[in-house]
């Protein structure tokens, strides 16, 4: 007999398939050089599909657990916890956790180019919050983002192993300062800090 927990499990399983089989569309679609009728056909086939989705549809995206973060952290650093797993746009990356600090390595594609050949400095700041944010949360941290300052240090290449890396630098109070940056091949791309400020109802 299945139980409601493993149905919810599955579920959530499928809806993450569904939607890493959509960000390998995207960038199939983004890059594909096909010819005209192949091109059209696949757009029918989409449009059929997202037909098919849109019988049921949820207001907002699902969300994965507020302490997802906190629970990779307490396995190790052999246990990595994947922000925004439903949400087909997210940068892919999955975050490692130490006590006060954390890392991914990750792979920029196609789809998600800005200058030629490079990261777009979106998707870098994207990492940038996720690094930073889910830190927080990783330390059981509830805290929301009041400043993100970007410095951009030279173009982030794509198809490229990349490494991500954040770090708490401060905690006063309600507010908490964190360092992130990216690295290739040891030399760093981009760096940011930012400041996270927990709502008084989080004390």
């Known amino acids: 007999m299945t139980s409601v927990d493993d149905e919810l499990v599955a579920y959530r399983q499928a809806s993450f ?19 005209i009728a192949s091109l059209r056909a696949a757009a029918d086939e989409v449009r059929g599909t997202a037909e098919l989705l849109r019988r049921r549809r949820r207001d907002r995206v699902l969300r994965s657990d507020f302490d997802g973060p906190a629970r990779a952290r307490a396995a190790g650093a052999d246990v990595a916890w994947r922000p925004f797993p439903y949400q087909p746009v997210a940068f892919p990356m999955e975050i490692r956790y130490g006590d006060d600090d954390a890392r991914a390595s990750i792979v920029a594609s196609a789809l998600f180019e800005g200058p030629r050949d490079s990261l777009h400095g979106g998707y870098v700041a994207h990492i940038m919050d996720c690094m930073l944010g889910t830190l927080m949360q990783a ?65």
Do not use: C, N
Not at 161 to 170: H, T
């Open 17 to 35: 398939d569904l939607a890493e089989a959509t960000r390998e569309l995207m960038l199939a679609a983004a890059t594909s050089d096909v010819e």
């Open 139 to 203: 330390r059981g941290t509830k805290a929301l983002t009041a400043s993100l300052e970007v410095t951009y240090l030279r173009p982030t290449p794509l198809d490229e192993p990349l490494e991500a890396y954040s770090r708490i630098v401060g905690i006063d109070g309600r507010k908490t300062v964190a360092e992130g940056w990216i690295e290739h091949e040891g030399v760093r791309t981009a760096q940011a800090r930012g400041l996270f400020i927990a709502p008084r109802d989080a004390e």
